[in-house]
């Protein structure tokens, strides 16, 4: 079973992605792997935003 990611390990793992995807020399596949990465969690970011401004 995987370990839930917290909001800042979530985020520093954007930002990882973001840094990498600038690389011109990455390939499509890998690019598209890692936008999959991102939206999720992104998504991820947003639910535990929502969940805190409703506590």
């Known amino acids: ?3 839930e990611k917290t ?6 793992r954007l930002e990882q992605i973001a840094n990498i995807v600038q690389d011109k ?11 999959e990465e991102g ?3 992104a998504n991820l970011c ?3 935003i929502d969940t805190s401004l409703k506590n």
Do not use: N, V
């Not at 909001?7 to 520093?12: M, T, V």
């Not at 990455?26 to 792997?33: G, Y």
């Open 46 to 48: 947003t639910e535990k």
């Open 39 to 41: 939206i999720k969690l």
């Open 25 to 35: 020399d990455l390939d499509l596949e890998k690019s598209l792997d890692f936008l």
């Open 7 to 12: 909001f800042d390990g979530a985020l520093e």
């Open 1 to 3: 079973m995987a370990e």
